[in-house]
Structure formats: C-alpha cells, structure tokens
C-alpha cells in the first residue's frame, strides 16, 4: 500500500476548478507538514502550499487567493483546492509529507488548463 496517495487531476478549461487529493498513512500524518509542490515542464519542482499540523498554511505568491490547502486528520487526507485556474497552473502536482527525520512524496497527478 503507497503511503502518499493522489488523485484528482484532470483537463480543465482557463477559469474552472480542481480539487487534489493526498491520502496519506495514518502514523506519518497527524504529525507531520503537509506540502503541495508542482513541476511544470522544463523547470524545477517548486512549492504551491504548505499545511502543519496545526493548521497554520502558506501559499506561493502565484496562487494566492485562488488555491486552498486544508487537512482532514480523521481521513489521514490533505486537499489542495484549486479555483480561477489558469494555463501557467498546468503541470504535475506532487503531495508531500515531513514527519520528523523523514520526507515522503506522492506519485505526482497531472493538471492541464487548456481550451
């Protein structure tokens, strides 16, 4: 069983919205910070969201006040949703986790904004 599960990545149109989803093995979630990170083609991996356990988040200065990390500790799952999507968006999203001493990431799920 994958210790870090996404799913939620589709083709949307310039404007639409998406909600990802990581679900994450119970002993490394309740106490770890949560990520999201992208890669779009031909660039390095870079961070869209953070979420700790205690709730507090961070976003990147480009999707601010469009994307929304939360968690959901009795589902072991961190969402990342995704409003007012836009081409520049499109790329592979990857989940992370970091518990102490450790670094676990997703498969990555891709997201396309395109008409």
């Known amino acids: 069983q994958a210790q870090l599960v996404e799913s939620g990545g589709d083709l949307v149109q310039p404007g639409g919205s998406l909600r990802l989803s990581c679900k994450v093995s119970?002993?490394?979630?309740?106490?770890?910070?949560m990520a999201w990170y992208r890669q779009k083609a031909g660039q390095e991996r870079e961070v869209v969201a953070t979420?700790?356990?205690?709730?507090?988040?961070t976003y990147a200065d480009s999707v601010k006040g469009r994307f929304t990390i939360s968690r959901d500790d009795a589902k072991n799952t961190v969402y990342l949703q995704m409003d007012s999507l836009k081409p520049e968006d499109t790329a592979v999203y990857y989940c992370?986790?970091?518990?102490?001493?450790?670094?676990?990431w997703g498969q990555g799920t891709q997201v396309t904004v395109s008409s």
């Open positions: 979420i700790t356990s205690r709730r507090t988040t």
């Open positions: 992370n986790a970091s518990p102490k001493n450790s670094d676990y």
């Open positions: 119970t002993i490394i979630f309740s106490m770890s910070t």
